[in-house]
């Protein structure tokens, strides 16, 4: 088998992304769900359908806020080393609606952590379908101590 012989190359998942390795109950009605670790971000991404459109038949914006939330939370984490004892709690999103999508389109994600600091954290992102900007998103993030289990 070689690396264009994977499930994901055969559906059209450019390389490197691989199954989210995190699920949500958010994000379960859009799965399949993909991800692709750099060495400074987690990128998402999806095959649109359906399922991601509003009544017009429009992608709708809310699936791209809320996966633009988690690929920054996500990649603020792992700037971060995935700290265990710390948490991340969404303050501030913003997301500027540049273009459209249809279905059938790759849509990713694609973050920048900007600054990580020991209360707040920030990150943005370009958010492409097959390869056009179609918005951007900003973040700030609250890190929370976690507590202790009793």
Same mark, same amino acid.
């Given at each position: ?5 994977t ?34 971000a ?10 991601? *459109?509003? &009544? ?6 809310? /699936? $791209?806020? !809320?996966?633009?939330?988690?690929a920054?939370g ?23 609606f ?6 059938g ?6 973050p920048?952590?900007?600054? *990580?600091? &020991? ?6 992102? /370009? $958010?492409? !379908? ?13 890190v ?5 289990a009793s």
């Amino acid at each position: 088998m070689t690396l264009t012989d994977t499930p994901q190359a055969a559906a059209g998942i450019p390389a490197g992304f691989e199954p989210h390795f995190r699920k949500s109950p958010v994000t379960e009605p859009w799965e399949p769900l993909y991800s692709r670790r750099t060495d400074k971000a987690v990128q998402m991404g999806l095959r649109l359908a359906k399922a991601h *459109t509003n &009544s017009r038949g429009l992608i709708h914006g809310g /699936l $791209i806020a !809320a996966l633009s939330d988690n690929a920054m939370g996500y990649s603020v984490a792992q700037t971060m080393g995935w700290d265990q004892s710390k948490s991340l709690v969404t303050i501030s999103l913003a997301v500027d609606f540049i273009g459209g999508a249809q279905i059938g389109q790759w849509l990713s994600i694609e973050p920048e952590v900007i600054r *990580t600091g &020991s209360t707040i954290s920030f990150a943005q992102s /370009l $958010i492409r !379908a097959d390869d056009v900007v179609i918005a951007r998103a900003n973040a700030a993030f609250r890190v929370l101590a976690k507590k202790a289990a009793s």
